[in-house]
């Protein structure tokens, strides 16, 4: 699964507090999509129905679909503040 460039992270001319700063927020943002992935795992709402079932746990397509739908559930929770 492609993954966004760390790119500015690595930037020579990125400052070293900026460098910090987006690798703690990076760190912070992959760990929630994580909780919030599992948690849609273990009690699928209907809208996750177009991802299809959920896959074993332990496997790469459980990943990928709880990816997927923490990424979704993020996209909806923006649209709604927006």
Known sequence: MARPSRDVERDQHTPVAWRTHLSERRQILADR?????REL???PP?????????PEQGTELRETWEHTAALADASSMRAVVS
């Open 33 to 37: 999509i994580g909780q919030t992935g």
């Open 41 to 43: 795992a273990a009690d």
């Open 46 to 54: 209907a809208w996750t129905r177009p991802l299809g079932p959920v």
